[in-house]
């Protein structure tokens, strides 16, 4: 009988570490208020950053540090991160009973080191659909040097991200340094587009190795760029297809689209009509991003559309078009863009506008890294007699 008591107790004591575990993970803490013990129930605010050990203020107080889980009472909070030498992050939170709420926060440095990558003199980069290359030409070196290059963002060279380009053309076979190029819409081929005394010529080109002899599609350039559409079309439809039914038919009915999220899970649009969107997760998630939402869409205004939580953010108002080059940084939590001849960065819901980049840049060439820990410019950093170069700008 002894015995089968203190199975029974030893049970019993598991049962209630195992309810007190479940309880205490989803936020419910012991509290003592006027002689008596009372079970209260609070929320989880999980704040992490990059780089980490930034200092965690909760209106106003510093409370901790991340990486770190804290635990506040059910209402709105005002949750600012700092860290020394970095912009700091701030954003109202929501956090409710029994659920957990992030603060998950990149955090770009206030003076970011600037790194040349290119020597030789740059035209009119252009960047492939994976966004993993940038092709660009090189003039006013000798003949051998000049030509198309294709610097590999996934290349990982031992001294100086210098060693990343290379020449892919030659001007041997056609006047490369001033062609046109353009992109295929899988990154497999580039069309280089020549014009000399009135004669327009374009050649075929393989990124990954040197072309010796580029061939010649200047009859069959029509029939190879309607495989680049076919190629397209498919690769959209396809992409549309991962998306749930219902949010497709929200797609189709009022986004123009723009770009997806590198994970596509986000996509940054600008509103074809003026609608309310409908609601598809119903009923609405819990523990999501507490940012005010806007599902009254205006025509030509710019929207990012968080298929994963039905949520839908305004970026650019139609009345308002300051915003210029706006792209996602490939981390898909960011959007980078252009305005008054600076760089900026702010989160998929607008929030955070962070200019990141007051320097001397030509042409809006701006282009994400594809690990998201730089941004790639054209600029000659303002000497008009020097030709300009690919340079990183590094955010972390």
Same mark, same amino acid.
């Given at each position: 009988?002894?015995?089968?008591?203190?199975?029974?107790?030893?049970?019993?004591?598991?049962?209630?570490?195992?309810?007190?575990?479940?309880?205490?993970?989803?936020?419910?803490?012991?509290?003592?208020?006027?002689?008596?013990?009372? &079970?209260?129930?609070?929320?989880?605010?999980?704040?992490?950053?990059?780089?980490?050990?930034?200092?965690?203020?909760?209106?106003?107080?510093?409370?901790?540090?991340?990486?770190?889980?804290?635990? &506040?009472?059910?209402?709105?909070?005002?949750?600012?991160?700092?860290?020394?030498?970095?912009?700091?992050?701030?954003?109202?939170?929501?956090?409710?009973?029994?659920?957990?709420?992030?603060?998950?926060?990149?955090?770009?440095?206030?003076?970011?080191?600037?790194?040349?990558?290119?020597?030789?003199?740059?035209?009119?980069?252009?960047?492939?659909?994976?966004?993993?290359?940038?092709?660009?030409?090189?003039?006013?070196?000798?003949?051998?040097?000049?030509?198309?290059?294709?610097?590999?963002?996934?290349?990982?060279?031992?001294?100086?991200?210098?060693?990343?380009?290379?020449?892919?053309?030659?001007?041997?076979?056609?006047?490369?340094?001033?062609?046109?190029?353009?992109?295929?819409?899988?990154?497999?081929?580039?069309?280089?587009?020549?014009?000399?005394?009135?004669?327009?010529?374009?050649?075929?080109?393989?990124?990954?190795?040197?072309?010796?002899?580029?061939?010649?599609?200047?009859?069959? &350039?029509?029939?190879?760029?309607?495989?680049?559409?076919?190629?397209?079309?498919?690769?959209?439809?396809?992409?549309?297809?991962?998306?749930?039914?219902?949010?497709?038919?929200?797609?189709?009915?009022?986004?123009?689209?723009?770009?997806?999220?590198?994970?596509?899970?986000?996509?940054?649009?600008?509103?074809?009509?003026?609608?309310?969107?409908?609601?598809?997760?119903?009923?609405?998630?819990?523990?999501?991003?507490?940012?005010?939402?806007?599902?009254?869409?205006?025509?030509?205004?710019?929207?990012?559309?968080?298929?994963?939580?039905?949520?839908?953010?305004?970026?650019?108002?139609?009345?308002?078009?300051?915003?210029?080059?706006?792209?996602?940084?490939?981390?898909?939590?960011?959007?980078?863009?252009?305005?008054?001849?600076?760089?900026?960065?702010?989160?998929?819901?607008?929030?955070?506008?962070?200019?990141?980049?007051?320097?001397?840049?030509?042409?809006?060439?701006?282009?994400?890294?594809?690990?998201?820990?730089?941004?790639?410019?054209?600029?000659?950093?303002?000497?008009?007699?020097?030709?300009?170069?690919?340079?990183?700008?590094?955010?972390?």
């Amino acid at each position: 009988m002894k015995k089968v008591a203190l199975t029974s107790l030893v049970l019993g004591l598991l049962i209630l570490v195992t309810i007190g575990v479940v309880l205490y993970g989803r936020g419910y803490r012991f509290s003592f208020d006027n002689g008596r013990a009372d &079970l209260a129930g609070t929320g989880l605010l999980v704040a992490t950053s990059s780089p980490d050990g930034a200092q965690v203020f909760i209106n106003d107080h510093l409370t901790t540090a991340t990486d770190n889980t804290i635990n &506040l009472s059910p209402g709105e909070y005002n949750v600012r991160i700092v860290k020394e030498g970095f912009f700091s992050w701030q954003k109202k939170i929501i956090i409710e009973k029994g659920e957990v709420s992030k603060a998950d926060v990149l955090l770009f440095p206030t003076a970011p080191k600037l790194e040349s990558i290119t020597n030789l003199g740059v035209n009119d980069p252009i960047m492939d659909p994976s966004r993993t290359k940038i092709a660009y030409t090189v003039s006013g070196q000798i003949a051998k040097k000049n030509g198309v290059y294709i610097l590999d963002m996934t290349n990982r060279p031992i001294l100086t991200l210098q060693g990343a380009s290379s020449q892919i053309a030659d001007e041997s076979i056609a006047p490369l340094s001033s062609a046109k190029l353009s992109w295929a819409p899988d990154g497999s081929e580039l069309i280089a587009s020549t014009s000399a005394q009135a004669v327009s010529s374009s050649y075929l080109l393989r990124p990954t190795s040197f072309n010796d002899n580029p061939s010649d599609i200047t009859a069959t &350039l029509l029939s190879v760029e309607t495989e680049w559409v076919r190629i397209k079309t498919d690769r959209d439809r396809s992409q549309m297809n991962s998306l749930p039914s219902k949010i497709r038919a929200v797609v189709r009915n009022n986004f123009k689209v723009v770009a997806f999220a590198d994970d596509d899970s986000k996509i940054l649009y600008e509103a074809s009509n003026s609608a309310t969107l409908p609601i598809i997760i119903n009923p609405r998630l819990i523990g999501v991003n507490s940012t005010p939402e806007k599902r009254d869409i205006k025509k030509g205004s710019i929207y990012v559309y968080d298929a994963k939580e039905d949520r839908n953010y305004l970026i650019r108002d139609a009345l308002n078009p300051e915003i210029e080059s706006l792209m996602w940084l490939p981390d898909s939590e960011h959007l980078i863009y252009v305005h008054d001849k600076n760089i900026n960065i702010m989160e998929f819901d607008a929030a955070n506008d962070t200019k990141i980049y007051a320097g001397p840049f030509l042409d809006k060439y701006v282009f994400p890294w594809p690990d998201s820990s730089k941004i790639v410019i054209l600029t000659n950093l303002g000497n008009t007699n020097t030709p300009p170069n690919l340079y990183t700008i590094s955010l972390k």
